[in-house]
């Protein structure tokens, strides 16, 4: 399978933008949760709503997220299946290599 050049650099942008720690918390706590607000994903990240707003920012600027204002709220929930499958599957992969040795768990998490 060939890839141009453009493509992937779209996918090593998306791939960046969850290779961070908050970010990749953001986005299984809306797999979770459907929905959230910067007032509620704040306290369960334990940073600030302005960095939790940095974060959104960056993951809805890739695509990841979708929001929607509800009075003085603005919900964010993931855009779409696909990434949803996406997470899905690198928990998967990980959660076996794990388990069959494959993948050391980092000891510094």
Do not use: W
Not at 1 to 26: C, F, H, P, Q, Y
Not at 53 to 64: A, C, D, N, V, Y
Not at 66 to 82: A, E, L, Q, T
Request: charged share 30%; hydrophobic share 40%; aromatic share 6%.
């Amino acid at each position: 399978m060939e890839i141009g050049e453009e493509e992937l650099g779209r996918i090593l942008n998306v791939l960046s933008a969850i290779t961070d720690k908050t970010r990749m918390k953001i986005l299984f706590l809306l797999m979770e949760n459907e929905k959230m607000c910067i007032c509620e994903l704040s306290p369960l990240l334990g940073i600030t709503r302005s960095a939790v707003s940095q974060h959104l920012s960056i993951l809805k600027e890739m695509s990841l997220l979708s929001s929607r204002k509800d009075g003085k709220f603005v919900y964010y929930s993931i855009k779409n299946k696909n990434i949803r499958k996406l997470l899905l599957s690198f928990k998967e992969f990980i959660r076996k290599e794990v388990k069959d040795g494959g993948i050391k768990t980092n000891k510094n998490d």
